[in-house]
């Protein structure tokens, strides 16, 4: 399966956008999917995900109060919008899937197929 990332950019902070995961294959509801970030020098930190059936939501205490994680079953996508930027928040942002099985959905190792990233940018 591959998976198709849109949006990103260069943002001015207090600025929203939304990013979108395309699944190419099967049914997005078959797949718990999750978004990544990867600062330049950092390891890929987990941000939130979506189990899959859309039972259920995670979210990293650093983001929930801003960012949000929701499938869109007629596009077959699960989009991340974001809110309230920050130049923290620049980043290569990632999404990751998977049909398996998950003992900790917050580890990058729990996934078997990633987008290509996205570059987003916040600055003044």
């Known amino acids: 399966v591959e998976l198709v990332q849109s949006g990103g950019g260069s943002l001015r902070p207090g600025s929203s956008v939304t990013l979108s995961c395309l699944v190419s294959?099967?049914?997005?509801?078959?797949?718990?999917v999750a978004w990544f970030r990867q600062a330049p020098a950092k390891e890929r930190e987990f941000l939130c995900s979506?189990?899959?059936?859309?039972?259920?939501?995670n979210y990293d205490d650093s983001v929930k109060e801003r960012f949000t994680i929701a499938r869109d079953n007629f596009k077959n996508a699960v989009d991340l919008q974001m809110v309230a930027l920050q130049p923290a928040d620049t980043a290569v942002y990632y999404c990751?899937?998977?049909?398996?099985?998950?003992?900790?959905?917050?580890?990058?190792?729990?996934?078997?197929?990633w987008g290509q990233g996205s570059q987003v940018t916040v600055s003044s």
């Open positions: 979506t189990r899959w059936g859309g039972a259920s939501t």
């Open positions: 294959e099967g049914s997005i509801a078959s797949y718990t």
């Open positions: 990751a899937a998977t049909v398996g099985p998950l003992q900790d959905e917050t580890e990058v190792d729990q996934y078997d197929c």
